[in-house]
């Protein structure tokens, strides 16, 4: 039999009854293919071709009837562009790239494209076709170029990481079919689309096909039941979504030791009529709890989006578990109680952040503590509430700690980040003196408390864009809660091994449960979201609105990049703030006497208006968990090693936290970073609690830049720095800059204008190796002598008498190599 001309590709649902068919190439044919679905041959009246929307939402364009080439940007499905607010532009290798934004000839404009709002752009299809694999993107009047999606056919990576799309002369919309059905499919029963046998067929003979995956409507499917464990008086229901399951059973274990002998139960599917689309459940005539539980989860058992039931799953809304593997444990909200109400949130341009590791904070802390309590929450909470807590003396108010959500540690004395979740509701059983009782959650509730009753905000660092292992979603359901390419594998923007889909209907929720069940059942204020940019700008923005219904004032800080791009610009008109990147990474050369001034007064005033719209939107820091300490970083002895610092690394130290705490922004420091932690110089500790642990001994070795750290910060925090801790944006005339010319020294006048009060600030810092005259002039300096009193240089703050030699501010400021001052005037 010949072969065939065309070939199947892939095929999905749009819904129960109809789906798409796409070809590799497109079908010039004047009679209709013939599919089958299963066994079951598609009647040609069946067929439609499907150029239109759904090839501009597969390719990102396609061939309209009357010949043009139509690039399209469909608004549904995840879009964050508003076309009201934002322009669009098309751009790609054939208008030069950049030269695209601001030019309306390339334009897009707002359409309907079968039923459903698009931006579209049209015109003739002889330039973009005549050359097979030309690129092209969307990008926003501001610069933010739209990430295509993972699953997109048409994906292509630049030598510089860029993904764009490219375009193929020989798919341009017309090699995609729409099928319709008669009969609703079945979402638990495996189908597949293949050539149809036909009498006297020339276009193909018949083969096994593709497999028929659900589209876009599937991850829509959801449920606003209560989900897990849930006890109720004298009985216990347990629900599930598995949306493909074929049967979901229950097994039950109420000693530990006796899992062996668990009683199973097999859970009921509710129908999907009263809003429970993809709900399994039981009802159990008794209080279970304290009774452990996992699930074994059977389906489809071949195929990407195949199940094991060999596998034991831990219910994704589980509170507490006895480690990664399971069991859950089974508990009764009531007897979790809530967590501390008696603490008001700092407003976020008051914040001053340590980021911290639970360990790292504990095991070498001064104070009596036995082994298994410094290994968790216990033992950290002894060192919080005692008189010599390193953070409260630095006086930061907030503390970051990294993700504390059970982790794919395999034992409990195996540290570890905690990077790979494994459940977003139980708290991290390592953590825990008994988890086999759930002791963590009382544990951790005590903790943050403790951390209340000394003044500072609890902030969790959250990882929802993917899972560790075992990953016991991609058990319950691989399709619906993971990212998955054109070829059906798993997408890997996260470098961890998968990407949770977060627009999944449930994905979303669960995230949005998990953060809710922290602030009520923990008390916590706030989460920095790990690698923000994979769950998208819209469902920041869901989370967002959400989390604020319950708590107006929680802290949202977005990681706002991925493998995959930088959503940091699209976040300024949500309430997200932002680690910047750009502000650590200029830093770091700026005190080594490289970088553009100009560049640093923008870090200085806030990264206006393109990362950050308002002045609590971007997170300044030089430091965090990921890669090399500070001093490492900077430190001039060989191998990247700062254990034994250079007086010139100690000095540049000091000029990086007059920076930091005199930028507009929220400043973050890491925990250590006070006293020149140093990791000799090793890049990645994400396993390493040997030299991730905080050596407190260093602190008196370095007590001179402690003290400068917590001097600033004391600044920071006092009536006067207000004119650096903004809520909305100063007045045009607030900053006066001035630079030395053929030098990096810069000055700043903070309130030049008065705008905000009788008082200014001046700041003046020299990151070069030789001594700099600025010229400020006499419109800074005064011709008063006196008019400016010294608050500070690059050693020390002064009291506020008695302080010996200062520098007076005359209209040459002199400031000494790798030096700094701050002066204050009162009008």
Same mark, same amino acid.
């Given at each position: 039999?010949?072969a065939?001309?065309?070939?199947i590709v892939r095929?999905?649902l749009e819904?129960l ?11 010039t ?22 150029p ?5 939402r ?5 061939l ?5 080439i ?11 562009? $508003?076309p ?17 934004v601001?030019?309306e000839e390339?334009? /897009? ?8 709002p698009v931006?579209? %752009?049209?015109?003739?299809?002889a330039?973009f ?5 030309m ?8 610069h933010q ?16 990481g ?6 193929d002369? &020989? ?6 079919w729409?099928f319709t ?6 979402l638990?029963?495996?189908?597949g689309?293949s %050539? ?19 589209g876009n409507f ?15 008086r ?6 599930l979504?598995a949306? &493909?399951a ?10 530990l030791a ?17 809003g ?16 452990f539980y %996992?699930y ?6 071949d ?7 060999e ?6 809304y ?19 109680? $809530?967590?501390?109400?008696?603490f ?8 001053v ?5 639970v ?9 009596e ?8 929450f216990?033992g950290?909470?002894?060192w ?14 907030c ?7 059970e ?6 004395d ?11 509701f139980a708290?991290?059983?390592?953590y ?6 759930a002791?963590?959650?009382?544990e ?7 951390f209340h ?7 969790l660092?959250?990882?929802f864009?993917?899972?560790?292992l075992p990953?016991?979603?991609?058990q ?6 993971f990212?998955q390419d054109a070829?059906?594998q798993?997408t ?7 990407d949770l889909?977060?627009?999944?209907? /449930? ?6 449960d998990?953060?809710l069940?922290?602030?009520e ?8 979201f790990?690698?923000?940019?994979l ?8 989370i967002e ?8 004032d ?11 791009g930088?959503?940091?610009g699209?976040?300024r ?6 680690w910047n990147?750009?502000?650590r990474?200029f830093?770091r ?9 100009a560049r ?21 820091y030089?430091?965090?968990h ?6 490492d ?11 034994s610092?250079?007086?010139n ?11 930091l ?20 110089g090793v ?14 001994r ?5 007590l001179g ?16 720095? &207000?004119?650096?801790?903004?809520w ?33 600030l001046l ?13 400020v002039?006499e419109?800074v300096?005064?011709?008063?002598p006196?008019?400016w009193?010294q ?10 008498e008695g ?25």
């Open positions: 039999m010949a065939p001309v065309h070939r095929a999905w819904s009854t109809t789906g798409i068919v796409e070809l590799d190439r497109d079908w044919d004047r009679e209709v293919p013939h599919f089958s679905i299963g066994e079951q041959c598609l009647a040609p009246s069946a067929l439609s071709a499907a239109g929307l759904v090839a501009g597969t390719f990102g364009y396609y309209n009837a009357q010949g043009e139509a690039f399209v940007l469909p608004l549904a499905h995840g879009c964050d562009v $508003n009201t607010r934002d322009t669009v532009y098309l751009a790609g290798d054939f208008n030069d790239w950049q030269v695209a601001g030019q390339w334009r /897009m404009q707002p359409a309907e494209l079968d039923g459903e931006l579209i %752009w049209t015109g003739d299809a330039r076709l005549a050359t097979e694999g690129r092209f993107k969307f990008v926003t009047g501001e170029w739209l990430v295509p999606p993972g699953d997109a056919p048409n994906l292509s990576r630049d030598n510089h860029n993904i764009n799309r490219y375009l002369p &020989r798919r341009t919309g017309w090699h995609l729409r059905l008669t009969v609703p499919l079945d638990a029963e495996p189908r689309v %050539w149809a046998e036909t009498a006297g067929a020339t276009q193909a003979p018949f083969s096994a096909g593709v497999p028929l995956v659900p599937f991850y829509d499917l959801k449920t606003d039941l209560p989900l897990g464990a849930l006890v109720r004298d009985q216990t229901v347990f629900r979504f949306p &493909r074929r049967s979901v059973t229950l097994f039950l274990a109420h000693e006796a899992q062996a002998g668990a009683q199973s139960f097999a859970l009921v599917r509710r129908g999907d009529a009263d429970a689309a993809g709900v399994w459940e039981i009802t159990l005539g008794r209080d279970l709890h304290g009774w %996992w074994v989860v059977d389906g489809v058992r195929g990407p989006g195949k199940f094991s039931p596998v034991r799953v831990l219910d994704p589980a509170l507490a578990t006895v480690g990664r593997d399971g069991p859950g444990i089974v508990l009764n909200r009531e007897w979790v109680g $809530n967590g501390h109400r008696e008001r949130t700092p407003a976020w341009h008051d914040l952040i340590a980021e911290a590791h360990r790292d904070l504990a095991t070498l802390a001064p104070g503590a036995t082994e298994a309590e410094r290994r968790g216990t950290l909470r002894h919080v509430q005692s008189p010599e807590f390193h953070l409260h003396q630095l006086g930061v108010n503390v970051e700690l990294q993700p504390l959500h982790f794919d540690n395999v034992t409990i195996e540290y570890h980040w905690g990077y790979m979740t494994n459940n977003y708290p991290e059983s390592s825990a003196l008994g988890p086999e009782q002791s963590g959650v009382r951790l509730q005590e903790l943050v408390a403790a009753r000394r003044g500072m905000a609890v902030v660092d959250v990882v864009n993917h899972v560790g990953a016991h979603l991609l319950i359901d691989r399709t619906y809660y990212e070829s059906g798993l890997n923007w996260s470098g961890c091994g998968n889909r977060a627009r999944s209907a /449930m994905a979303k929720r669960l995230i949005i998990s953060c069940h922290y602030i059942a923990y008390g916590v204020d706030g989460f920095r790990d690698l923000a940019e769950l998208g700008v819209d469902v920041l923005r869901d609105a959400a989390l604020k219904r319950v708590k107006h929680v802290i949202l800080i977005a990681e706002p990049w991925s493998f995959r930088h959503i940091a699209a976040l008109d949500t309430g997200w703030a932002s990147d750009g502000y990474d830093v050369d700026y005190v080594r006497g490289a970088g553009d001034p640093m007064e923008y870090f200085l005033r806030g990264s206006p208006w393109y990362f950050a719209k308002w002045p609590a939107q971007t997170v300044n030089t430091e965090s990921d890669d090399r300490t500070w001093i970083m900077i430190t001039e002895n060989p191998d990247h090693n700062g254990f610092p250079t007086a690394d100690r000095r540049r130290t000091h000029l990086m936290a007059a920076l705490f005199m930028s507009v922004g929220i400043p973050m420091i890491s925990a250590g970073q006070d006293f020149l932690r140093s990791k000799h890049n990645n500790t994400y396993l390493r609690g040997d030299l991730n642990a905080l050596d407190y260093r602190l008196y070795r370095f830049t402690h003290q400068y750290f917590a001097d600033w910060i004391a600044f920071r925090r006092s009536e006067l720095g &207000r004119l650096i801790r903004h909305s944006r100063p007045s045009e005339g607030f900053f006066q800059f001035v630079r030395t010319p053929g030098s990096p020294a810069l000055a700043v006048v903070y309130n030049a204008d008065l705008s905000q009060g009788p008082e200014r700041f003046a810092v020299n990151p070069s190796v030789v001594d700099v005259v600025i010229p002039g419109s300096s005064g011709t008063v006196g008019a009193d608050l500070a240089d690059h050693e020390h703050f002064f009291a506020s302080h010996g030699a200062t520098e007076p501010v005359e209209s040459g400021l002199y400031v000494p190599a790798l030096g700094c001052g701050l002066w204050v005037s009162e009008e």
